[in-house]
Nanobody, 122 residues
Framework: QVQLVESGGGLVQAGGSLRLSCAAS????????MGWFRQAPGKEREFVAA????????RYADSVRGRFTISRDNAKNMVYLHMNSLKPDDTAVYYC???????????????WGQGTKVTVSS
């Protein structure tokens, strides 16, 4: 089992920045691919970013590429999502997830946090 706890969400104006954090506990954190997903009101959960175990290889959704950066610190069991140039369309609950496959598909991830809410005002 892996327990994930997100933090760092909040209210920010369009064009602003936030850094989301996800603290992991339980099984060896470095064994897992980590991902961030988000779910806006009335919409399905969508992929945002993923990072391989090595912390070197990353992938992003087209909607956030160039504005968001995913990173991880295996020594601290942490994964981060740095979000810049935020837009009202980025408003959503953001979830941290851990899995075995380097994938943009939510079913590929076995463990999920409770989410942290991000609201971007125009």
């Amino acid at each position: 089992q892996v327990q994930l706890v997100e933090s760092g969400g909040g209210l920010v104006q369009a064009g602003g920045s936030l850094r989301l954090s996800c603290a992991a506990s339980g099984r060896t954190f470095s064994n897992y691919v980590m991902g961030w997903f988000r779910q806006a009101p009335g919409k399905e959960r969508e992929f945002v970013a993923a990072i391989r175990r090595s912390a070197i290889i990353t992938r992003y959704a087209d909607s956030v590429r160039g504005r968001f950066t995913i990173s991880r610190d295996n020594a601290k069991n942490m994964v981060y999502l740095h979000m810049n140039s935020l837009k009202p369309d980025d408003t959503a609950v953001y979830y941290c997830a851990a899995g075995d496959s380097y994938s943009s598909s939510a079913p590929s991830y076995n463990y999920w946090g409770q989410g942290t809410k991000v609201t971007v005002s125009s």
